[in-house]
């Protein structure tokens, strides 16, 4: 994909000789050097073994990388020297260290000739046409990103064929090892055209095909630009109306915070950075002379996509793509590279941890006699937290929702084929789950004060963390109209990345807030592998203490009064109204580049010894597996210094999470899909696919994810806007956009 999105870039910017990337002028350079000049070639055919078997293509291209990565007499006086001069593309795209499988291998004149080929041509039934990558837009790109997302690619172990329904390869077709041909009607095997033979995939081929199942899952799919044209005007209008009335200045367009939940290739970003800025240059008291037009229009966009625009998705590849169309839709003469940290994130946006909390009413038990009868703080949803100058806008009376368990974790426990299998471990979470929702008394709340109190301090640190980061690894900020601000930031890309990076580290308030919003989410997926690491609730609470270094000496003095007093009393959260701030009025303390990086080095293996709790590990792999995402957290800027985002665009999946059997089944035995199958055959194939350990693994592991994704979207402190109703993604999306957006923004949402 890497090798593809270098190729895109290139064509994009032999195309665009007013952005100056490469020499498309010079002689020298179209003709040993460019794309352009393969594009000649490409249908020149190969007579001789020698000229399809050698590497005169891969030599050209490499080199070509080499001169964008590196740059060619850059530093060099050119005076009376003629040959031309390449600027390095301080980038990860074109840097060789990045490349995981294909860094040192070797591709023939043959193949390459055939990428350059289906890159550079358009056919369409007898039509053959070039394509003009200089008009390359959201649309080519989003082509590719739906084609290349459903991919998977692997190396044949076996000789295979391909599969379909009888007569039928319209709807797709399987592979299935050539050993079991005798399996299937010559009428399902896809056959060559000419001979009647079936097409055969020796072993060692490398084999790149659709995954339909795998595109559902992660609900890839392009939406046209109509309709993200229409849907971006209309969410804008009002932003857009006042400006025209002269209720807000055009500068005020440039300060909307953008968030697409789905981004898949950034359609709707771009489509939003497309009509904001070209609102701003039209109404901006002056203007530009006509033939700087463009380039200040592009300079306009290039702000807002480095600076005021978010995006989430589950598909790592499409926040790649995404941040490649991002960057060929701003592009401008002498644009560094853009960098966009934590605002362009990979994650599940419906399956993740907030900043929110339950009143002390919620949760704490009520005295019966001797006993206390339990509150069900699981059947109540907890409110958002808010933000004023330097500290969270939190009663001491609050605590955080991702503090307490919640009766719905622990799903796998509904699956009854496996809770026959694992009795003892379901019976160990079934207790587990019982200590859980057992009645919290005074003492219990006063630990959660404690920890609540100190998430608080965290959260600053977090946010100032950030603060810091960003302005230390913004991109060049060149804005016509607005005065002061043509400021370069001289860092390197890698050191933009090391900087960024130190939000990893074991001692950093992001990290450590993080893990604990990640160990609440892991209890819901827990699953019986894990059963005997899973902890009590006061296990649970022990390690968030160890994690956050929870101490007494660290607490406000709301906190340490509230505990000293041991009332019932609620002390009010304050309501500072709906102004927004600024950094200087959130008390940020800015620090140098050094002073980031060596804030947490000394302290990095301070936190749990050497090695961090075994059930740390788990929750970790959990993480990474599912892709736990929690907006307030990842994006805290946004809300401590605007209260949410706002202008939220998008066209999120409508799809219901469902426990798709026979299409896992399908992967080995595609006849239960390809034929008209009953029942008993369908359970007899079923066993058979069990019977091989990687296959029921693979089985086991989509059904927990089913079930507890399912608990996770329906359980009411997540969702209380979609109880009673069928949950899908959509809702999800759409009722989560309720709580990103702010008192005064927008959401745009397609259906």
């Known amino acids: 994909l890497t090798i593809v999105y270098r190729l895109l870039f290139v064509f994009y910017a032999e195309s665009r000789t007013e952005l100056g990337i490469l020499p498309v002028n010079d002689e020298v350079y179209n003709r040993g050097y460019s794309l352009e000049s393969l594009r000649d070639l490409e249908q020149v055919r190969l007579i001789s073994q020698e000229s399809r078997d050698g590497y005169f293509f891969d030599d050209s ?82 082509s590719v990103y739906e084609s290349l997302l459903a991919f998977r690619g692997f190396y044949a172990e076996e000789d295979y064929i391909e599969v379909h329904k009888a007569g039928d390869p319209s709807d797709g077709t399987f592979l299935v090892p050539y050993s079991r041909m005798g399996s299937f009607d010559i009428k399902e095997v896809l056959c060559d055209a000419e001979t009647g033979e079936p097409k055969r995939l020796p072993k060692g081929t490398f084999v790149y095909r659709l995954n339909g199942r795998d595109r559902q899952k992660s609900a890839s799919y392009y939406t046209p630009e109509v309709l993200t044209r229409s849907t971006v005007k209309y969410t804008l209008k009002a932003f857009i109306d006042e400006v025209a009335e002269g209720k807000r200045k055009p500068q005020e367009l440039l300060d909307l915070k953008i968030l697409e939940p789905a981004m898949g290739a950034a359609a709707f970003q771009n489509e939003v950075i497309n009509q904001l800025a070209k609102a701003y240059m039209t109404y901006v008291e002056k203007k530009p002379a006509p033939d700087k037009y463009r380039d200040e229009l592009q300079k306009v966009k290039a702000y807002i996509a480095t600076h005021n625009v978010y995006g989430v998705d589950l598909n ?36 993740g941890a907030w900043l929110k909390v339950y009143s002390k009413s919620d949760v704490v038990a009520k005295p019966s006699g001797r006993r206390l009868i339990p509150t069900e703080w699981w059947t109540r949803a907890p409110h958002k937290i808010k933000f004023y ?37 379901a019976t160990l979470m079934s207790a587990r789950l019982k200590d859980w929702t057992a009645a919290i008394g005074e003492a219990d709340f ?80 827990w699953e019986y592998n894990d059963a005997y690491s899973l902890p009590t609730r006061s296990e649970y609470w022990d390690e968030v203490e160890q994690l956050l270094d929870v101490s007494d000496d660290k607490l406000d003095k709301n906190t340490l009064r509230a505990l000293a007093r041991n009332t019932g009393d609620e002390q009010s959260m304050i309501d500072f109204g709906n102004e927004r701030m600024t950094e200087e ?29 075994p059930r740390f590990l788990i929750v970790k792999r959990m993480a990474e597996r599912y892709r736990f995402f929690h907006p307030m957290l990842e994006f805290i800027e946004v809300f401590w210094l605007k209260g949410g985002f706002d202008i939220i665009c998008g066209n999120p999946p409508w799809l219901k ?95």
């Open 446 to 525: 006063q630990k959660l004060q404690r920890i609540s109190a100190k998430i608080d301090l965290l959260l600053h640190d977090c946010f100032e963390t950030q603060v810091n980061i960003e302005r230390l690894t913004d991109n060049k900020r060149n804005i016509w109209g607005v005065p002061g601000e043509n400021t370069l930031n001289l860092e390197l890309y890698a050191e933009k990345e090391r900087i960024f990076d130190t939000r990893y580290r074991r001692d950093n308030a992001y990290y450590k807030l993080k893990m604990v919003m990640d160990y609440w989410c892991s209890l819901w997926f």
């Open 389 to 425: 100058q330097a500290r969270v806008n939190r009663s001491v009376n609050d605590i955080y929702h991702f503090l307490l368990p919640d009766k719905a974790m622990l799903a796998v426990l509904g699956i009854k084929e496996m809770k026959q299998k694992y009795q003892a471990e």
């Open 316 to 351: 790592p590849t499409a926040i790649e793509l995404g941040k490649l169309s991002l960057w060929l839709n701003v592009i401008h003469r002498d644009m560094e590279p853009p960098f966009f940290a934590n605002r362009l994130a990979v994650g599940n946006a419906v399956i």
């Open 657 to 751: 999470l469902e426990f798709d059997e026979v299409g896992i089944m399908s992967e080995k035995f595609p006849e239960v899909v390809i034929r008209k199958t009953i029942a008993p055959d369908v359970r007899a194939k079923k066993e058979q696919f069990l019977s091989n350990d990687l296959l029921r693994e693979i089985y086991v592991s989509e059904q927990n994810e089913q079930a507890c994704s399912t608990a996770f979207l329906n359980a009411y402190c997540n969702y209380p806007l979609l109880v009673g109703q069928q949950t899908n993604l959509y809702k999800c999306v759409l009722t989560n956009g309720f709580e990103l957006v702010n008192e005064q923004g927008y959401i745009g949402l397609l259906h």
């Open 61 to 142: 291209i490499r080199h070509m990388f080499r001169l964008l990565s590196s740059g060619h007499k850059k530093n060099q006086d050119m005076t009376g020297d003629k040959s031309f001069s390449v600027r390095p593309i301080d980038s990860p795209l074109f840097n060789d260290n990045r490349l995981k499988q294909l860094k040192d291998v070797r591709i023939r004149n043959v193949k390459w000739q055939e990428i350059i080929k289906a890159l550079s041509l358009s056919r369409k039934k007898r039509f053959c046409g070039r394509i003009s990558y200089a008009n390359l837009g959201v649309n080519q790109l989003g």
């Open 585 to 613: 009025q959130a008390q940020i303390i800015m620090k140098s580049k050094d002073e980031i990086l060596q804030s947490t080095r000394a302290a990095q293996q301070s936190l749990f010894a050497d090695e961090e709790p």
